[in-house]
């Protein structure tokens, strides 16, 4: 059974750092590309950023230069490193993983629960 549990959201200022982290389980990890996403409440789904196995990342416009994608294949972990922060990044953070195949089509097989980010200003 594939989980992704992700932690570290809490309320920040603005102007704040903050690091999520996704833990993954039952999954080949090394295979998987990973993918952080982020829902404000009571709008669409927004994709952020990816990272694939090797190493190689892909950004959103929106979040270019301010978040940063890694991930620790031994740990089964990816993080991101958000800075920078204004209210604008107020969201639910999910990750997600899918083969290498279905990146360009971002259909993503597995997602975690979320976490809540909250920025203050």
């Known amino acids: 059974q594939v989980q992704l549990v992700e932690s570290g959201g809490r309320l920040v200022q603005a102007g704040g750092s903050l690091r999520l982290s996704c833990a993954a389980s039952g999954l080949s990890f090394s295979s998987y590309v990973m993918a952080w996403f982020r829902q404000p409440l009571g709008q669409e789904r927004e994709f952020l950023t990816h990272i694939r196995a090797s190493g190689s990342t892909y950004y959103a416009d929106s979040v270019k230069g301010r978040f940063t994608v890694s991930r620790d294949n031994a740990k089964n972990t990816v993080y991101l490193q958000m800075n920078s922060l204004n209210p604008d990044d107020t969201a639910l953070y999910s990750c997600?993983?899918?083969?290498?195949?279905?990146?360009?089509?971002?259909?993503?097989?597995?997602w975690g629960q979320g976490t809540q980010v909250t920025v203050s200003s």
């Open positions: 997600a993983a899918t083969v290498p195949l279905k990146v360009a089509s971002r259909a993503y097989a597995y």
